[in-house]
């Protein structure tokens, strides 16, 4: 892997040199950051300093003539009451970005992880015979650029996408398919997701009317959640019609998100019944869980009712039945012994925050997570309209979620219809696909997933402001000018000076490895989201700036310039590709 060590991984190393030959015994960190004021700030000299119980502004000046300046450091000065100005050399920069442009892997010099482990990740969780919902956008999103983050970054990602499956409807559901065997008599994959979710809400609904009406049908359908939990095979291979059907529209919708979703991945609540048992054994068995009036509790001190009673986790019922908490554990069991995790991450909506809290203390209680072993849910917030309430349709019900990705499209397409130039009917509806698409994405993964925000598709697929749109025009923008570059092809050439625009360019680019770090190991993409606006902001200002074609420069010029435009557009390219998010040539 021809990984390349990024200019203020390489200014660091600088700085700390200087700093243990200044104090050998300090071992200090010299704090370096970006700055407006230069290239970088090192701030760290103050604390040791005070440390040392000595003058920062005398300590800072003897760190500088120690410092090894090189080909890579130009100037660095003292500033205020110690801080370090440090200005990198132009050469280091085009360097620098040559041998990311040179990376045989196409990785742009992105390493892998020293400490890769296993991370299985909990995302898009759909319910079998229910419609996809607003309410189901987020996880998929979020958890999609998640697994994509740290895969790139050498993560070993087990895929997992726990729908709902189990449970007391599809009782209801089976014994009227059963009484009814011709509603659902087409075989799975002979028809298309929209109609197998029509065929899905049908059925439903005629069985629901005939549950609420009919006293005896009420009383075969709860004799037939026993049957399934019982697992009669008649019973079970009717509910797999249901599932199969399911899956049907669940890959279409995910399809039309333009995210891959693979049968072996789904493993519902069904996938854990053999486990229910022997978990609830273990915590019983273990202490740390007690019966209380019948059922099979967790207690916790600092969980609480309003009339001040501690409110258990529920792991078995009095009446013997399973909730949510026996099938949570139970996954956490297969996840940690079966699939050896190091990391599981849950996406779920943050409101069931303190579910899983109470899941993992009993998890780690019961020895399953530990220090080798870590639970993280990347909570996340909700999905707002332009009113900040939540979405929902005029008659105030849930958005359904295929709805909102084809009106999306629409727009897009329109969008897409009124730039477009020489592209055909078939490529706008591809470039309409491609645009919507990545404005639902977008306008999710640029936000804090614990934050709400407001799905406005006005503003989503605007060609101004932090959207997909201007990011995807932004690299398409890059792709003509190369084309209309002709016989001119981008070359680096270190011995150019570099402009002021080319420099804050050249920098920002050097920064992509440690975004992608960064927001891998937080769970994070919306700080490679960030990072991309800025990046199309700074491609823009150079462009604006300083003249790749017309009026033409001299040829060298214009081939560190083509060479900075195009290791942009291919960081462009990666960063949004990790978004889940494509990237035309053409717009």
Same mark, same amino acid.
């Given at each position: 892997m021809a990984s390349v060590q990024s200019l203020t991984a390489s200014v660091h190393q600088r700085l700390a040199n200087a700093l243990s030959a200044t104090l050998p015994e300090a071992g200090a960190d010299p704090l370096l950051r970006r700055s407006d004021r230069a290239d970088y700030q090192a701030n760290g000299i103050l604390a040791l300093a005070k440390k040392a119980k000595a003058n920062p502004r005398e300590l800072a000046t003897q760190v500088v003539e120690q410092v090894v300046a090189g080909d890579l450091i130009k100037d660095i000065e003292v500033s205020g009451p110690g801080f370090l100005n440090i200005t990198v050399t132009d050469r280091a920069i085009t360097e620098n970005l040559a041998a990311r442009a040179a990376d045989p892997e196409g990785r742009l010099g992105v390493p892998f992880a020293e400490h890769a482990g296993t991370t299985v990740i909990d995302y898009a969780q759909p319910n079998v015979a229910k419609e996809m919902h607003v309410g189901h956008l987020r996880s998929a999103v979020i958890g999609d650029s998640v697994v994509k983050l740290l895969e790139f970054t050498g993560e070993t990602v087990v895929r997992r996408h726990h729908i709902g499956?189990?449970?007391?409807?599809?009782?209801?559901?089976?014994?009227?398919? +059963?009484?009814?065997?011709?509603?659902?008599?087409?075989?799975?994959?002979?028809?298309?997701?929209?109609?197998?979710?029509?065929?899905?809400?049908?059925?439903?609904?005629?069985?629901?009317?005939?549950?609420?009406?009919?006293?005896?049908?009420?009383?075969?359908?709860?004799?037939?959640?026993?049957?399934?939990?019982?697992?009669?095979?008649?019973?079970?291979?009717?509910?797999?019609?249901?599932?199969? =059907?399911?899956?049907?529209?669940?890959?279409?919708?995910?399809?039309?998100? &333009?995210?891959?979703?693979? &049968?072996?991945?789904i493993v519902g609540e069904s996938g854990y019944n053999d486990m229910l048992q022997e978990t609830c054994r273990l915590l019983e068995e273990s202490g740390v869980a007690v019966r209380s009036e019948g059922a099979l509790c967790v207690f916790f001190e600092d969980v609480k009712g309003p009339d001040?009673?501690?409110?258990?986790?529920?792991?078995?019922?009095?009446?013997?039945?399973?909730?949510?908490? #026996?099938? +949570?554990?139970?996954? @956490?069991?297969?996840?940690?012994?079966?699939?050896?995790?190091?990391? @599981?991450?849950?996406?779920?909506?943050?409101?069931?925050?303190?579910?899983?809290?109470?899941?993992?203390?009993?998890?780690?209680?019961?020895?399953?997570?530990?220090?080798?072993?870590?639970?993280?849910?990347?909570?996340?917030?909700?999905?707002?309209?332009?009113?900040?309430?939540?979405?929902?349709?005029?008659?105030? =019900?849930?958005?359904?979620?295929?709805?909102?990705?084809?009106? #999306?499209i629409d727009r897009a397409s329109a969008v897409v219809r009124e730039k477009a130039q020489d592209l055909s009917e078939q490529e706008i509806a591809e470039r309409g696909g491609q645009v919507g698409i990545g404005a639902v994405k977008y306008a999710d993964l640029s936000t804090s997933a614990s934050r709400d925000y407001k799905f406005d598709l006005d503003q989503m697929v605007s060609l101004n402001g932090d959207t997909s749109v201007y990011l995807q025009y932004a690299y398409a923008r890059i792709q003509s000018i190369l084309r209309k570059a002709g016989e001119v092809r981008p070359a680096a050439h270190p011995e150019l000076p570099l402009a002021d625009a080319e420099r804050a360019l050249g920098l920002h680019v050097d920064q992509f490895a440690e975004t992608v770090a960064e927001a891998a190991r937080e769970y994070a993409p919306h700080k490679l989201a960030s990072y991309l606006y800025q990046l199309a902001s700074l491609f823009t200002s150079f462009y604006d700036k300083c003249p790749v074609i017309k009026p033409a420069p001299p040829k060298d010029v214009a081939e560190n310039r083509l060479f900075l435009s195009d290791v942009t557009a291919r960081t462009l390219h990666e960063g949004m590709a990790l978004l889940g998010i494509r990237t035309p040539e053409r717009l």
């Open positions: 499956d189990w449970g007391t409807q599809f009782g209801m559901l089976i014994q009227y398919l +059963d009484e009814h065997p011709h509603e659902l008599d087409h075989k799975a994959g002979q028809v298309s997701g929209e109609e197998a979710m029509s065929n899905l809400d049908r059925l439903y609904k005629a069985a629901r009317k005939l549950f609420d009406s009919d006293e005896e049908f009420k009383t075969r359908a709860r004799r037939r959640v026993v049957d399934l939990q019982a697992g009669d095979p008649h019973t079970l291979a009717m509910w797999q019609k249901f599932v199969d =059907e399911s899956k049907i529209y669940f890959f279409s919708v995910f399809e039309k998100l &333009d995210m891959e979703v693979r &049968d072996p991945d001040g009673n501690p409110v258990p986790l529920i792991v078995q019922k009095s009446d013997g039945g399973f909730g949510y908490a #026996a099938t +949570d554990l139970s996954a @956490i069991r297969d996840r940690v012994f079966n699939l050896k995790a190091t990391s @599981i991450v849950y996406v779920v909506d943050a409101r069931q925050a303190l579910h899983f809290k109470m899941v993992f203390e009993t998890a780690r209680r019961a020895g399953w997570l530990n220090e080798d072993v870590k639970a993280f849910q990347l909570a996340f917030g909700t999905v707002l309209g332009k009113d900040g309430k939540p979405f929902k349709t005029r008659e105030g =019900e849930t958005v359904r979620l295929v709805d909102l990705l084809d009106e #999306a």
